[in-house]
């Protein structure tokens, strides 16, 4: 049963553009997170956020920022794509922070 | 610093054989160990996560025992399937704020 949304699913667009990648979850947690998981699988943490709470800010480009309007929700933003964010982004949640991990089904970005 | 580290690539066996694919980390502090199993087109999911009170994590015929001596947490089962094969990823979190995987093994298991 599906726990963590993500839309969309699939986006395709341009060097340069900017996008928005949304999730949300139904578990009633306190953490988001949000992940890249590259072409040879490698899965790195971008952001977490406990309770609206930015707490873990690992060092991606500046072009990267999450959003969160509640607990329930934590968008991603990547202003002026480049051709190496092409990847799949992994949302996930968990009941307290470094607690079991529950993750959508993830955003496949594709930048030509 | 947090750090997570899985030897195979990949690892290749026959149905029926046994599984164990190892995880090493390294943590300033008692860390949680987990275990997540991602198959083709799905998201990755919790397989195991290490107890407190050193009891030896099961499911679906995995097990995985958190040995801090030699800071491990191997994923092992007796009886490969084919229905295994995907991929396993070995993840820790830490309470210094670090969340931090493994670069992942994948599993074939060949009938």
């Known amino acids: 049963e599906t726990a963590v949304f993500q839309t969309p699913n699939y986006h395709v667009t341009q060097v340069g553009n900017e996008v928005s990648f949304n999730c949300k979850q139904t578990?009633?947690?306190?953490?988001m997170y949000w992940y890249k998981q590259d072409s040879k699988k490698l899965l790195k943490i971008m952001f977490s956020?406990?309770?609206?709470?930015?707490?873990v800010n690992e060092t991606v480009p500046r072009r990267f920022s999450p959003q969160s309007s509640d607990k329930a929700h934590l968008n991603l933003r990547i202003k002026s794509v480049e051709p190496e964010d092409s990847a799949v982004y992994l949302c996930?949640?968990?009941?307290?922070?470094?607690?079991?991990?529950?993750f959508g089904p993830g955003t496949r970005l594709l930048v030509l | 610093g947090d750090s997570v580290t899985q030897t195979e690539g990949l690892v290749t066996l026959t149905e029926g054989l046994p599984v164990m694919l190892n995880c090493t980390y390294q943590?300033?502090?008692?860390?949680?160990l987990f275990w997540y199993v991602q198959h083709l087109n799905e998201a990755p999911k919790l397989l195991l996560k290490?107890?407190?009170?050193?009891k030896r994590p099961e499911h679906q015929g995995f097990h995985a025992t958190l040995h801090k001596s030699s800071s491990s947490f191997h994923l092992q089962k007796s009886s490969a399937q084919l229905s295994d094969s995907a991929l396993y990823y070995c993840a820790l979190s830490s309470n210094t704020n670090k969340v931090v995987f493994g670069t992942g093994t994948r599993l074939q298991v060949l009938p």
């Open positions: 578990l009633g947690h306190d953490t």
């Open positions: 996930a949640s968990s009941r307290d922070w470094g607690d079991t991990q529950y």
């Open positions: 290490s107890f407190t009170d050193n």
């Open positions: 956020y406990n309770n609206k709470q930015l707490i």
């Open positions: 943590s300033t502090y008692s860390p949680f």
